[in-house]
Antibody, heavy 122, light 107 residues
Framework: QVQLVESGGGVVQPGRSLRLSCAAS????????MHWVRQAPGKGLEWVAV????????YYADSVKGRFTISRDNSKNTLFLQMNSLRAEDTAVYYC???????????????WGQGTLVTVSS | EIVLTQSPATLSLSPGERATLSCRAS??????LAWYQQKPGQTPRLLIY???NRATGIPARFTGSGSGTDFTLTISSLEPEDFAVYYC?????????FGQGTKVEIK
């Protein structure tokens, strides 16, 4: 079965960096767009970033553009999120997620990881 | 950015009743709309994609409808496990966004 396992979360001071990883198994990782979606405590869902199945294109939410970088290693079935210049408002559970569709048709999440909590606090 | 507005914010119903959840988009999203269910402490689960297609393993009591700017998720007869928060989400153009959620609670 499909498994997405995030790691790398924790407590970090404002202005510092953190790198999240997501190990995927049970799926043809390289055929699907992958996403990071976050959820602040007690709040709703916010799309953070998406990367095309082949890594050729990436989109970011305005709230993280210029600070976060999504990347993937298809040879290792792993997704990453490099988060720099972290702010208190970045505090959230970060979910790694796989798209429903193969290829370039994307934008619906079929599988979600369990999430990793990032807390930005001094 | 397309804004999705869900109503009502909270729906208080009893098991066996019909639930009707609304999602309105600030501009047309065609049929590029999905619905997710999230229970406390759990990850979201895809229910409906592209407005009216049930995801794998989703019971037939969940029905999605609509196109353009107005969408509805109907749960024909609430089961105890259906009490949760429901989010709509569009993929018409970036940035994809979620609605703020509708909580379906036990009356």
């Amino acid at each position: 079965q499909v498994q997405l396992v995030e790691s790398g979360g924790g407590v970090v001071q404002p202005g510092r960096s953190l790198r999240l990883s997501c190990a995927a198994s049970g799926l043809t990782f390289s055929s699907y767009a992958m996403h990071w979606v976050r959820q602040a405590p007690g709040k709703g869902l916010e799309w953070v970033a998406v990367i095309w199945y082949d890594g050729t294109n990436k989109y970011y939410a305005d709230s993280v553009k210029g600070r976060f970088t999504i990347s993937r290693d298809n040879s290792k079935n792993t997704l990453f999120l490099q988060m720099n210049s972290l702010r208190a408002e970045d505090t959230a559970v970060y979910y790694c997620a796989r798209d429903l569709y193969r290829g370039y048709d994307m934008g619906t999440v079929e599988y979600w990881g369990q999430g990793t909590l990032v807390t930005v606090s001094s | 950015e397309i804004v999705l507005t869900q109503s009502p914010a909270t729906l208080s119903l009893s098991p066996g009743e019909r639930a009707t959840l609304s999602c309105r988009a600030s501009q047309s999203v065609s049929s590029y709309l999905a619905w997710y269910q999230q229970k406390p402490g759990q990850t979201p689960r895809l229910l409906i994609y592209d407005a009216s297609n049930r995801a794998t393993g989703i019971p037939a009591r969940f029905t999605g409808s609509g196109s353009g700017t107005d969408f509805t998720l109907t749960i024909s007869s609430l089961e105890p496990e259906d009490f949760a928060v429901y989010y709509c989400q569009h993929r018409s153009n970036w940035p994809w966004t979620f609605g703020q959620g509708t909580k379906v609670e036990i009356k």
